[in-house]
Nanobody
Framework: QVQLVESGGGLVRAGSSLRLSCAAS????????MGWFRQAPGKQREFVAA????????VYSDSVKGRFTISRDNAKNTVSLQMNSLNAEDTAVYYC??????????????????WGQGTQVTVSS
């Protein structure tokens, strides 16, 4: 069993930066693909970024590519999402997720079997 706890959300102005963190419990979490998803009011949960268990492969959605960076520290069992040049369209609840099966595509909600409770990110324009 893996538990995920996100932190780092908040209210910022457009153009600002935020860094989200996800702390994973459970010794095996470092073997899992980790991802970040977000969900805005009235919209479906959407993929943001993912990183393979070794950190050698990362995947980003087109909407955040070049602005967001995902990273992980397996020694500390943490995954981070550095978000730069934020805009109002980035406003959402951000969720950390873990995929124990390490699926290849890494960008599908259905691939992930563990989820955090979410952290709110609000960007004012």
């Amino acid at each position: 069993q893996v538990q995920l706890v996100e932190s780092g959300g908040g209210l910022v102005r457009a153009g600002s930066s935020l860094r989200l963190s996800c702390a994973a419990s459970g010794r095996t979490a470092r073997d899992y693909t980790m991802g970040w998803f977000r969900q805005a009011p009235g919209k479906q949960r959407e993929f943001v970024a993912a990183i393979s268990w070794s950190g050698s492969r990362t995947v980003y959605s087109d909407s955040v590519k070049g602005r967001f960076t995902i990273s992980r520290d397996n020694a500390k069992n943490t995954v981070s999402l550095q978000m730069n040049s934020l805009n109002a369209e980035d406003t959402a609840v951000y969720y950390c997720a873990a995929d124990s099966n390490r699926g290849w595509t890494m960008d599908s909600v259905s691939e992930y079997d563990y989820w955090g409770q979410g952290t709110q990110v609000t960007v004012s324009s």
